[in-house]
């Protein structure tokens, strides 16, 4: 069974940075898509960016110009990048990646913003 495994969140102050890595336990070349999500207690969880198995990459109008994505295939990684961080982005991120079909996700990491 693939695993996805989430690091990087932390407490951090308003316009502050992160970089939130996703490793996979198996190879990455197949997945067509990766990505993160995002979730707060109450909320939907919502689609915060997501990268292309050609490095094609969306991200969602809340966080363009913010935040990045990248994936580095070699390594089994993807990388979610986050700047000028508000309080409002305070959430569990998730990363996903989908193979043939299947859904996988990791169990998330939290990235709390003081003001």
């Known amino acids: 069974q693939m695993q996805l495994v989430e690091s990087g969140g932390d407490l951090v102050q308003s316009g502050g940075f992160l970089r939130l890595p996703c490793a996979a336990s198996s190879d990455t070349y197949s997945f067509e898509l990766m990505g993160w999500y995002r979730q707060t207690p109450g909320k939907k969880r919502e689609l915060v960016a997501r990268?292309?198995?050609?490095?094609?990459?969306n991200l969602v109008s809340s966080v363009k110009g913010r935040f990045g994505i990248s994936r580095d295939d070699s390594e089994n990684m993807m990388f979610l990048y986050l700047s000028s961080l508000k309080p409002n982005d305070t959430a569990v991120y998730l990363c996903?990646?989908?193979?043939?079909?299947?859904?996988?996700w990791g169990q998330g990491t939290q990235v709390t913003v003081s003001s």
């Open positions: 996903y990646a989908d193979d043939n079909g299947q859904r996988y």
């Open positions: 990268i292309s198995r050609d490095g094609g990459s």
